[in-house]
């Protein structure tokens, strides 16, 4: 039985990762804002729930303090919000989607490394945003280019913990929900969380998914920028 720490387990993918690591017989612990939500999934699934704001560090302190031996931590919670006029650029905005995305896992990192067993495992949830420029993605793709490459230098230089970044494509959750343009390739939560805990299973250093989806990206990244650029433009302009 392992102990399992998840982030953002009030909602999508991290609600359905928390659910499928109950269902196993591991212990879980689900972190989230909503204290309904998470009193319910206590109810349904067993697990232990903290409710706090990510984005104050002194909370996060508070809550994990009591935590040890951990052989699972998976840093989930994200938010996502467009710029849709970059010539009317909205900083408050940015920092936003940076300060959840970005600066909180900065000080989950801090809080919980040492709380992890040797051998143990850190996912960080990133996303396949982070392969391209993408029009009006210039907050919640930069924050998530940053979280990969976070996730990519931890995995080289951390010692006795290993680090899986997960790229999920396109996935249905409250988060999408809000998306009005077409998203190929979508997947349900479900599908999500078994290509995820397979990869976490492996201990792979990358989850991508769905391929059909994120290979394409890949190989889209391999052209030159001044090949992309024109494309990307007429993706802008719908
Ligand atoms: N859905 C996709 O297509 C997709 C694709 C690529 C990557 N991702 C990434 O996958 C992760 C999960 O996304 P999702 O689609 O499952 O989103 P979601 O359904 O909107 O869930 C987001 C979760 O993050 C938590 N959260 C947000 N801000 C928080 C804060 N300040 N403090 C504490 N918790 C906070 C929310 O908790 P409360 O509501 O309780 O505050 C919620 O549980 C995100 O990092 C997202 O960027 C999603």
Redesign the pocket.
Known sequence: MKHVLI?????????GLARYYANQGDTVTA????TE??SSLAQESGVKTKA????KREEIERQFADLDELDLVIL?????EYIDNPNDFDGHLFERIMT??VI?IGHCLDIILPKIKRGGQLCI?????SFLPLPRAEA?GAS?SALSYLARTLSVTLKGVDVTVV??????????DKNDFP?PC?VS?EDAVGYISAGISKRKREIHFPRRFTLFLKLLRLLPFSLWLPLAKRIARG
Do not use: Q, W
Not at 7 to 15: P, Y
Not at 31 to 34: E, K, L
Not at 125 to 129: G, L, N, V
């Open positions: 982030t953002g387990a009030t909602s999508g993918i991290g609600k972190c989230g804002r909503n939500i998470l706090f704001d990510l984005t989930n919670a994200g938010g996502c959840i995305n909180s949830i990133s996303s396949s945003s919640y998530k790229h999920p494509g396109f996935v249905e959750t409250p988060l999408t998203m979508i939560v």
